[in-house]
Nanobody, 126 residues
Framework: QVQLDESGGGSVQAGGSLRLSCAAS????????MGWFRQPPGKEREFVAAITIFTNVGTTYYADSVKGRFTIPRGNAKNTVYLQMNSLKPEDTAVYYC?????????????????WGQGTQVIVSS
């Protein structure tokens, strides 16, 4: 089992920045990638960003809606990732979930991810 501990989130005005953190613990040696999904109010959960952590390459993936505004850097600890969110918009308001998976490929596909954090709320006001 892998446990994911999220922190960060909160309320910010449009144009502002926030950073979310996620630390994985437990059986992390076989984790292939970690990422972030979000669920806006009344909508389905959607992909935001992911990064491969099984190798040191750290390939990143981003949803078109956040490209150029969000980044997913890794922490000094291998199993820690962040979601740096800049130029936030009201439509970024959602519950953000950290996630992890053991298998490669389909980084955009929610069904590929096995482990989920508890979620953290981000509210962007106009």
């Amino acid at each position: 089992q892998v446990q994911l501990d999220e922190s960060g989130g909160g309320s910010v005005q449009a144009g502002g920045s926030l950073r979310l953190s996620c630390a994985a613990s437990g059986r992390t040696s076989s984790v292939y990638a970690m990422g972030w999904f979000r669920q806006p109010p009344g909508k389905e959960r959607e992909f935001v960003a992911a990064i491969t952590i099984f190798t040191n390459v750290g390939t990143t993936y981003y949803a078109d809606s956040v490209k150029g505004r969000f980044t997913i850097p890794r922490g000094n600890a291998k199993n820690t990732v962040y979601l740096q969110m800049n130029s936030l918009k009201p439509e970024d308001t959602a519950v953000y979930y950290c996630t992890a998976k053991h298998i490669s490929g389909s980084e955009f596909d929610l069904s590929q991810y096995r482990y989920w954090g508890q979620g953290t709320q981000v509210i962007v006001s106009s």
